[in-house]
């Protein structure tokens, strides 16, 4: 194997995380979910918060399954009814979802349904979920792009402006991998290898950066050009976005049960970690982290930390623990916002959408998701998770 970048050339502010200390903020974070549920009762968080307060909405936009994913942990941490009683009543909401077809013209149906149906399935092996796991997928597949061989992200499949898949969808493959395992159906991994293929060949530059997204030529189905969205340029790379790549490659590998692109995903953490400041939280945009007061993306960070604690499931090198661990601290220490009861969030200081004006410098709900995983992740290793 090649010499591990993660390994000679990170250096990092904070020690590691103890296992008290993942307990107390996981105790901490129970608490605050306690009330704010109470608060949204059968609504849902919006994505971000306005000045650290988050908006009640239904259930229509592609975070809502965050929210259940962290009642789902704080119920697998703490035994508490209320988490398991949150989590069953918003599974009804997303079958109630999936039959009106609510808005769900798009890729993220995994980030949907693995942290809702598929972690309900695992909480309580209720196999009566099973068939919504099934018709989610379904969903999902049916953005496949047989001949270019990708699952469109956005938009109308007959649109040329949207034939492109983006770089998040790493994470939405793994419910197709358990929609196989369910079914016997080999056509679900299938459509899967092929979209990871079609993201590992495209969606990489040179230097291990990564596009946000990346285009097919509607007439051939050849691979075309990269463009961002949420990135700064089209040549910088998306702090979230390279994220993405860190968590999605690992858990494609538990997906499929194949260590595939070791190298990609090698290339693609240290250029991530080449590009941390000082203090250790990435710029929303790793271009521009020289520059003094960019915003952060703390989600970024707490995305990456869970790709390296999956990672570690495959790669026998106990540095990625403790690196991840050391983040995790770095984390904690500047963006958690368990102390702060005006604040409904976990986790401080993300970027939703830059040029959107969405979200900058506050908390989102992956953001608060990813952070209680990684804590999750460190606090109880065999822990399976939500994914696959
Ligand atoms: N998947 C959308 C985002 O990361 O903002």
């Not at 149906?109 to 598929?118: E, K, M, P, T, W």
């Not at 092996?125 to 597949?141: C, G, Q, T």
């Amino acid at each position: 194997m090649k010499e591990n970048p993660l390994l000679t050339s990170l250096s990092l502010p904070f020690p590691a995380l103890t296992r008290a200390q993942c307990r107390d903020e996981l105790s901490a974070i129970g608490r605050k979910l306690l009330r704010n549920a109470e608060r949204y009762g059968d609504m849902f968080p919006s994505a971000c918060t306005t000045e650290n307060r988050y908006a009640l909405k239904e259930n229509n936009d592609w975070t809502n399954g965050f929210w259940t994913g962290m009642q789902a942990i704080a119920w697998e941490f703490s035994g508490e009814a209320a988490y398991l009683d949150t989590v069953k009543r918003n599974v009804a909401s997303f079958r109630a979802r999936l039959d009106a077809h609510h808005v769900l013209d798009h890729h993220d149906i995994g980030f949907l349904y693995s942290l809702s149906a598929v972690a309900y399935w695992k909480l309580t092996d209720d196999s009566a979920v099973k068939s919504l796991i099934l018709a989610a997928a379904d969903v999902l597949i049916r953005r496949f792009h047989t001949d270019a061989g990708f699952i469109q992200a956005w938009g109308k499949l007959s649109d040329p402006e949207e034939y492109r898949l983006i770089i998040d969808s790493l994470i939405n493959l793994p419910l197709l991998h358990v929609a196989a395992n369910i079914s016997g159906e080999h056509h679900y991994r299938e459509v899967a290898e092929r979209h990871y293929q079609n993201v590992i060949d495209n969606i990489f530059r040179e230097d291990g950066s990564t596009f946000h997204t990346f285009y097919f030529d509607p007439a051939s189905g050849e691979p075309a050009y990269g463009k961002t969205f949420q990135g700064f340029s089209d040549q910088s790379c998306w702090a979230r976005g390279q994220a993405w790549a860190i968590l999605g490659i690992p858990l494609n590998w538990s997906a499929s049960g194949k260590i595939q692109h070791l190298e990609r995903w090698l290339q693609a953490c240290s250029y991530f970690f080449r590009h941390l400041p000082a203090d250790g939280v990435p710029a929303w945009d790793l271009a521009l982290n020289d520059i003094d007061g960019t915003p952060k993306d703390s989600s970024a960070l707490a995305i990456a930390i869970c790709g390296l604690l999956e990672a570690h499931k495959h790669l026998p090198d106990e540095h990625y623990d403790r690196i991840a661990s050391q983040l995790l601290q770095t984390l904690m220490v500047q963006a958690s916002a368990k102390d702060d009861d005006a604040c409904d969030g976990l986790l401080k200081h993300g970027v939703y959408a830059w040029a959107l004006g969405k979200g900058i410098d506050e908390c989102n709900l992956w953001g608060d998701y990813f952070y209680m995983e990684a804590l999750y992740r460190l606090y109880q290793p065999q822990w399976s998770g939500y994914w696959i």
